[in-house]
């Protein structure tokens, strides 16, 4: 019999909650409560620099008539897209954890959030205005993030430390 496919939306997050609640210690359930609130809040959060977003590009693409090729342009509107992603990004790793899928903190998640935090960095800075050690120190960081990234997937692949759902214990491994 093939595995049921966990639902992707916030009623089928509820109702694998309720499901599974009786089976779960008093740390599981407060993770679960944290999970599910956390993304309300930010859904709400997305949603609200949705809107935001949609308004400043009609404010300056429409209204303004500023071209989307100019680079003051470019770098609000991209920054703000950036913002989102990043936010969509944690989003989606707090309802993982919440599906009962990933522990709570996932390394390799981190890290594709800071590479995004820094991407928008880059494409919001004003290079014309900011110090060359300063982008260097933001494109060691980088690269240095990335090269970590490549090696928690190198673990992963080979099955080192890989993620294990929560719930599922090795043999000898303590409960929280």
Request: net charge positive; charged share 20%.
């Amino acid at each position: 019999m093939a595995a049921k496919k966990p639902s992707r939306s916030l009623e089928g997050l509820f109702r694998e909650t309720a499901e599974h609640w009786p089976s779960w210690n008093t740390y599981e359930r407060f993770e679960q409560v944290v999970s599910v609130a956390l993304t309300a809040m930010i859904s709400m959060i997305i949603l609200i620099a949705l809107a935001r977003l949609a308004w400043n590009v009609v404010d300056l693409l429409v209204l303004k008539a500023l071209s989307p090729l100019e680079h003051r342009v470019f770098q609000t509107v991209f920054g703000m897209i950036m913002t989102l992603l990043i936010a969509m990004e944690f989003k989606h790793s707090i309802i993982r954890a919440a599906q009962r899928r990933e522990s709570i903190i996932q390394v390799k998640t981190v890290i594709l959030i800071a590479l995004l935090a820094l991407a928008r960095k880059f494409i919001i800075l004003d290079s014309e205005s900011v110090e060359a050690a300063k982008i260097a120190a933001l494109a060691l960081a980088v690269l240095v993030l990335g090269v970590v990234y490549w090696l928690v997937r190198q673990c992963e692949e080979r099955g080192e430390n890989g993620p294990r759902p929560r719930g599922d214990r090795a043999p000898g491994e303590q409960g929280r």
